[in-house]
């Protein structure tokens, strides 16, 4: 793989107790598998941020507004 790669462990956060899903929900199965197509994903690693967007040009965004930075490097996706 080239680039950047995610650290074994990410920083932890609190974790928030879910009140609002239903029983019904659960059994109705939320989860499935999915692709690239279908689910872009990109992740900033620049500075150990770690935030995920749906498209580069969103990471983009992000990068100039939150880290000051165009650098187009540090970036994790399974699009590309």
Known sequence: MHGPSLPS???SKPATHDTTTTPDQ???GL?????PQE????ICAF???NRLFPSRDRVMLHRKR???????????????
């Open 39 to 42: 689910t872009p994903i990109y």
């Open 66 to 80: 939150d880290h000051n930075s165009e650098e187009d490097r540090d970036i994790i996706t399974w699009n590309e």
């Open 47 to 49: 500075q150990d941020c």
């Open 26 to 28: 659960l059994k109705a």
């Open 9 to 11: 462990v990410l920083k």
């Open 31 to 35: 989860a499935r598998v999915t692709s």
